[in-house]
């Protein structure tokens, strides 16, 4: 059985390495870019099991990622995690409904701790119950 494949998209480089090395740790295949257009042209190019995604990135912010992912059929249903570090700021709920958001993590946060959410999710998307998670 081959490894699910995750896109990490995260500005922050230390971040960014420190969230593909805990989900590697995992056994997963891991791809990271550090902004949203180079998240989107990476998910157009291959086959991706997971986004995770940073809220404010250069370019073209998480949100507008997973808006623009949202809006075709492809993508329609990915499960995808938004990290964020506005999350005093931020209506979860909303976020999630109109998102259609597998989870929400606030930084701080530990990676492995994601890991282990991604994982859960994972194996819950695999009989589609992770919409009904969120």
């Known amino acids: ?9 995260e500005d922050d ?3 960014r390495r420190v969230i593909a090395f805990s989900l590697k740790q995992m056994g997963y295949a891991v791809d990271s870019v550090s902004d949203g257009e180079q998240a989107q042209a990476q998910l157009i190019a ?3 099991d997971m986004l995770v995604t940073d809220h404010q990135m250069p370019l073209c912010s998480g949100l507008e990622l ?15 995690v938004l990290c964020t570090a506005r999350g005093l700021e931020l209506d979860k709920e ?12 606030h930084k701080p946060f530990s990676p492995r701790l994601l890991a282990e959410r991604i994982r859960n999710l994972l194996a ?3 009989s589609n119950e992770w919409a009904a998670m969120a």
């Open 46 to 48: 291959g086959e991706y």
């Open 1 to 9: 059985m081959t490894a699910k494949q995750i896109l990490v998209a």
């Open 13 to 15: 480089p230390v971040f």
């Open 124 to 126: 819950c998307s695999q």
């Open 66 to 80: 997973i808006g623009r992912l949202r809006g075709t059929e492809r993508f329609a249903n990915l499960p995808i």
């Open 94 to 105: 909303q976020l999630r409904n109109q998102y259609q958001l597998a989870e929400i993590m």
